[in-house]
């Protein structure tokens, strides 16, 4: 198993950019969610899916959407890239209620 | 906002002894977890307690949880230079994701 995945590791955009985060993963877990993580701070919650066609918002959602078409992919869209959105990306899935497995992250720099 | 805070923020000791870290939360949970961050990596699972659970044991980890308190605590027994890493608690209440504190920066000293 590859757990979850991340691409890419690292990406620069300039200011009003558009990109799509990968993650993948392949436990058949239904519940995936994204996280950011700034310097010096734990993990704020963007989105979350508790299945497939299912999306909410977390604690910081502005600037960013999700979609689940299948139970293995949960992509993170930046519509319009801001500095502010300059941070660590942490995708992570796991059964509800159970321990959280974390993929690698990206590292994003918005300029 | 972030419901977890660890305490301390940092932690400097010596190779051989206990580390120990604190973490405290607002609001009813279903579970408490621990992980581990290694600088510039992702996270770690290390530990997760039910908030039916007192304590946990995992190697040298041992996990507390008081929920009439609403605090948990992690201790690192004889602590190794590869234990040098940040500490997060987070919790979970529901089916919205983890909460996660500012974490807990540990230096094992050689």
């Known amino acids: 198993n590859a757990g979850v995945t991340q691409t890419p590791k690292f990406q620069v955009l300039k200011t009003g950019q558009s990109m799509t985060l990968q993650c993948a993963q392949d436990?058949?877990?239904?519940?995936m969610s994204w996280y950011r993580q700034d310097p010096g701070m734990g993990l704020r919650l963007i989105h979350y899916s508790v299945g497939a066609g299912i999306t909410d918002q977390g604690e910081v959602p502005n600037g960013y959407n999700v979609s689940r078409s299948t139970t293995e992919d949960f992509p993170l869209r930046l519509l319009s890239a801001a500095p502010s959105q300059t941070s660590v990306y942490f995708c992570?899935?796991?059964?509800?209620?159970?321990?959280?497995?974390f993929g690698p992250g990206t590292r994003l720099t918005v300029t | 906002s972030q419901q977890g805070e660890e305490d301390p923020q940092a932690l400097s000791i010596q190779e051989g002894e206990n580390a120990t870290m604190n973490c405290s939360y607002k609001?009813?949970?279903?579970?408490l977890q621990w992980y581990r961050q290694n600088s510039g990596r992702g996270l770690v699972h290390l530990i997760l307690i039910r908030s039916n659970e007192r304590e946990k044991h995992s190697g040298r980890l041992r996990v507390t949880l008081d929920t009439s308190k609403k605090s948990s605590s992690l201790l690192i027994t004889a602590s190794r230079a590869a234990d040098t890493a940040s500490y997060f608690c987070a919790t979970e209440g529901g089916a919205d994701g983890l909460t996660f504190g500012k974490g807990t920066h540990l230096i094992i000293q050689p």
């Open positions: 436990m058949n877990h239904e519940y």
């Open positions: 992570a899935s796991s059964d509800p209620g159970d321990v959280q497995y």
């Open positions: 609001t009813s949970i279903n579970n």
